[in-house]
């Protein structure tokens, strides 16, 4: 998305920048170098360069119509869950390669996995809160689906739009934190009522 889509008419996008899974085979890589070639002598994308990725895009979804409307919008989704929120921190969000990643700055690494793992946290605790009062408060359940479908609803609109960011779910994470606070309220009830109601 950064070096690519934000580049789009106002500066120079190189082929290498894109990974080689994006293309289905060296003749579409090719296909795509070459209209990136005209595109960089003008910095302007043209109508007919923009049919041209039209058909390719089009072509694509013909031999694999699943990647299209399944793949990539759970890829999308959860790269926007899952990815680091750090744009306002001092760390690169860099993970490829591992090794080398490592060796140029172990701290950045090490933030950057962290704050992955907060995101893997946040959720679990959520869906395991959700899971809590849906099994303990049958009332509840339709509290629950509906901030269960809120925060689907905005994930699957988002994985739509050209060029999706992480923060973008930043406005479902009151649901999750509501959620995740959930767990240890429905604990402590169960222990309560295990121990026959006696403090």
């Known amino acids: 998305m950064y070096l690519v889509s934000w580049k789009l008419d106002g500066e120079a996008i190189d082929l290498k920048d894109i990974p080689d899974y994006a293309f289905d085979s060296a003749r579409e890589r090719q296909r795509v170098g070459a209209l990136l070639e ?28 699943f990647r299209t409307y399944l793949e990539i919008p759970l ?14 921190l001092p760390y690169s969000g860099k993970v490829s390669p591992l ?15 962290g704050f992955f793992l907060l995101n893997l946290l946040y959720v679990f605790l959520a869906l395991w809160g959700a899971a809590c009062v849906w099994g303990a408060q049958p009332e509840l359940r339709a509290v629950v689906a509906f901030l269960a479908l809120f925060v689907v609803l905005r994930t699957a ?25 959930q767990v240890w309220p429905q604990r402590e009830t169960a222990r309560y009522r295990s121990s026959g109601g006696s403090g």
């Open 38 to 65: 005209r595109y960089n002598q003008t910095l302007t994308l043209s109508p007919a360069e923009d049919a041209a990725f039209e058909e390719i895009a089009h072509e694509r979804t013909a031999r694999r119509p």
């Open 75 to 88: 890829f999308r989704a959860a790269t926007m869950w899952f990815t680091p929120r750090i744009e306002l």
């Open 99 to 113: 090794a080398q990643a490592w060796e140029e700055d172990p701290l950045d690494l090490s933030m950057t996995i």
């Open 157 to 181: 609109f988002l994985t739509t739009l050209e060029t999706p960011e992480p923060r973008y779910v930043i406005v479902c994470f009151p649901v999750i934190l509501a959620l995740a606070a």
